[in-house]
């Protein structure tokens, strides 16, 4: 399959080209399409997006040598989406995977299809893939039928080919059909798609188209765009949140060769003809600022954090638990603590932008192009239909980093010196300003009969919004904001897998958002999904304890959705589950100890269905905590690659591990301080398990849904109960750390707090 980049120096950066010249450039060639609108003159998501994208052009084109172009609003983010979004299209053709150009996230060029985000792209970025391309098969089907003087009936469409079915030697390949001309042809409201049991290509492990390039280091990523006459930029953060500029010494890097100062309000940036002068210049730069008054205070995050004002949203309910509790036989009260927790992606932000009078065109990692058009024409001050924004793969991304906030850094500074120029953040920018996963707090509460059952479930979570992404606001960015632009966003995503799947007959889900926040807060990889189900789960295995029950049998007493049951089972068979009381073999006079934990979700109550084995072993007099083996069952329906999604759960058990083990940013009133790999540590190869199994449960009959985040949730509440099992020390606040543990094993809580 070819490489998607999107770049074309050899032309002019700020054209807005037809598809001919845009795919002339990439070696294509196919003429111009009718197209329903201009991509990028949206400055928000229509409700009915798709429906702007009823003609077969907006999404594919066969080329003069047969080969078919793809045009998808879905990004690549490091999943490997581009090759499930080519093998459902190949399927609808029968045609090979290798001879498919995937074009992503260009909006000059390709359909909203909203963000790339919450495990998604499969259910409903695949979709209308699909069925382009069974009305690209009936349409090919129809030429070829005509040109070979059959019905249409009476041919086969296989290979890029159209054959007589009964004469295979009368044929006519794609070229030849369609080669250079447009389909000019509306998807019917219901086009004829494969059945299941006739597919060949959805379903079979086909190895990543992208993982070659990468493997060999000849993959650009958007670190890798050069254009002619590039700059290079770099942003000089204020001292502390909140901090005012007063004034830039200019003369204090006067001896560093060709380099610009740029000041816009609040916003300090420097270009510079060489990335090395740039950052030079950053570093050396003086700049006074009017420090907030109590930049270097500490703060009592989940203290605080139950002062600030606050907004109840109502998430499920059942029954009448205010009547319910006090009738219990015993009521179990716990809180869970949580950090704020950053991306970490290994590679720094970077965009590259080009701004020339009134027009823009900015290259960069985002997640949604569209939503970014209006942050930037906003900040810069050009009409949002002037602006294209073309996405190009970054590093990954684990949700909202600082992928946008880059872009909008690179317009400022291009806009400021007429030149197309590069922002590459640095480390210190990365960990201390992107936006981070929120703190929060859970209380839960369960009243249960005289015999452990439960009865009646409640359940509040404190918590500031799990999204502030652009979606076309200057303020939702930082450059945005140090330009005297306010924050635009609606308090949402706190409430994913707050409720249970678990059926008791009453129960109180409830989040009480909170618009205040030491720290900027955004959407982090399951977003309030994993916090929740460490919560849930957590609070689960010490009911099962005081119930005297297996963690597992427990589970599945309230269970009634056979998926939820399947993955349980199967985690526990694979896992050759010890079936007992958690913590009933504890040896109070070893040092290293053993144990196991096992957690559940389904993700946002209505995807994916995971659960999770953990087993850990432990020295005692460290406090240090290893994961040895984590297993998983997982069922997401129909599996579309099934290597793919063992990829995917795999590296999200391990990504899981490390937010449970490692990571918790550290700040002050002024900023983050845990600004390097030292002070915000992750997981490293030492640290990965020695076993690591996932079992796929392919559900023929069930949509596809999304893998990427929903195998994540599980996974702290599963060690966090094994370490249970191998201490009887529970601990109600992750990260894990040696010293967290330490403390736990010399003042062991009670197993819930009855009340």
């Not at 994993?530 to 269970?559: C, K, Q, S």
């Not at 109070?588 to 994916?608: P, T």
Request: with cysteine; charged share 20%; glycine share 10%.
């Amino acid at each position: 399959m070819k490489n998607n980049r999107q770049t074309d120096a050899a032309t002019d950066v700020l054209d807005r080209p037809s598809r001919r010249g845009f795919l002339q450039a990439g070696g294509a060639i196919v003429v111009s399409f009718a197209f329903p609108m201009l991509a990028s003159a949206q400055t928000s998501t229509p409700k009915n997006k798709l429906a702007l994208y009823t003609g077969l052009d907006s999404w594919l084109a066969i080329g003069e040598n047969g080969d078919v172009t793809v045009y998808c609003g879905k990004v690549e983010l490091g999943t490997g989406v581009t090759t499930s979004l080519s093998q459902a299209v190949a399927e609808e053709l029968t045609f090979p995977v290798s001879r498919i150009t995937m074009i992503m996230g260009d909006t000059a060029i390709c359909p909203d299809q909203g963000t790339t985000t919450g495990s998604k792209t499969t259910a409903l970025g695949s979709p209308p893939l699909r069925q382009a391309a069974a009305e690209a098969r009936a349409m090919l089907a129809e030429l070829g039928a005509a040109r070979l003087g059959v019905t249409p009936a009476e041919v086969t469409v296989h290979d890029g080919l159209v054959f007589v079915s009964a004469a295979p030697q009368k044929r006519l390949n794609f070229a030849e059909l369609m080669g250079g001309k447009r389909f000019n042809r509306k998807i019917s409201a219901h086009p004829k798609l494969k059945a299941i049991a006739d597919y060949t290509i959805v379903g079979q492990p086909v190895p990543r188209v992208d993982l070659p390039a990468k493997a060999t280091a000849s993959f650009e990523y958007v670190q890798n765009i050069r254009l002619p006459g590039m700059l290079h930029g770099r942003v000089v953060r204020p001292a502390a949140i909140g901090a005012k500029l007063v004034r830039v010494d200019e003369d204090s890097i006067k001896k560093l060769p060709g380099v610009r100062v740029v000041t816009r309000g609040d916003f300090v940036g420097v270009v510079a003809p060489r990335e090395e002068i740039a950052i030079a210049a950053a570093r050396q730069l003086k700049v006074e600022w009017k420090m907030p008054a109590n930049a270097g205070e500490s703060v009592d995050t989940h203290k605080e954090l139950r002062t600030y004002p606050s907004k109840i949203e109502n998430v499920a309910a059942a029954g009448n638990v205010d009547t319910a509790l006090p009738k219990a036989a015993k009521v179990f009260k716990a809180t869970y603590l949580t950090p704020f927790q950053m991306h970490g992606s290994i590679g720094p932000s970077c965009s590259v932008a080009d701004v020339r009078g009134d027009s823009a065109r900015v290259w960069c990692g985002t997640q949604h192009g569209f939503g970014l058009i209006g942050a930037v024409a906003g900040t810069i001050g050009i009409p949002a239909d002037k602006v294209r924004v073309s996405w190009t793969e970054a590093s990954g991304c684990y949700g909202h980093n600082g992928a946008d906030d880059s872009a909008v850094d690179a317009a400022l500074l291009s806009q400021a010196v007429g030149k197309p120029v590069r922002v590459q953040w640095m480390r210190q920018d990365e960990h201390g300003w992107e936006p981070k996963g929120p703190a929060m707090a859970i209380d839960i509460a369960a009243g249960v009969d005289a015999s452990g059952n439960i009865q009646s479930w409640d359940f509040i979570n404190i918590t500031a919004s799990h999204s502030s992404r652009p979606r076309g606001h200057s303020g939702n960015t930082l450059g945005g904001v140090f330009t005297g632009h306010a924050p635009d966003f609606e308090m949402s995503n706190g409430g994913r897998n707050a409720d249970i799947t678990y059926v008791v007959p009453d129960k109180r889900i409830r989040i009480r958002y909170h618009n205040s926040s030491p720290l900027r807060a955004s959407a982090l990889r399951g977003l309030s999904g994993y916090p929740h189900t460490f919560a849930n789960e957590t609070f689960m295995d010490e009911l099962a304890t005081n119930a005297h029950a297996d963690p597992v049998a427990f589970r599945l007493r309230y269970l009634k959705d056979e998926r939820a049951r399947a993955v349980i089972t199967t985690v526990a068979k694979t896992a050759q589950w010890d079936a007992r009381p958690s913590a009933g073999k504890i040896d109070s006079s070893a040092n290293l100890v053993r144990g196991r934990g096992i957690a559940f979700c389904q993700y946002e109550n209505e995807n994916a269905y995971a659960a999770v084995v953990a087993h850990v072993e432990i020295d005692r007099s460290t406090g240090k905590t290893r994961v040895t083996h984590m297993y998983a069952a997982f069922d997401c329906g129909l599996v579309v690659n099934p290597d793919g999604a063992r990829n995917q759960v795999e590296g999200c058990l391990v990504q899981g591990m490390s937010r449970a083990l490692f990571e918790e940013v550290s700040f002050n009133r002024g900023g983050v301080t845990s600004t390097d790999w030292s002070s915000y540590p992750i997981a490293r190869f030492e640290d990965i398990p020695e076993v690591v199994q996932v079992e796929l449960i392919n559900r023929l009959d069930k949509p596809s849904v999304g893998a990427g985040e929903a195998s994540t949730c599980p996974v702290a509440a599963a060690i966090g109960n094994a370490i249970f099992d191998a201490t009887g020390a529970r601990l109600r606040q992750y990260p894990f750390s040696p010293d967290r543990l330490k403390t736990a094993l010399n003042n062991k809580p009670s197993n819930g707090d009855s009340a």
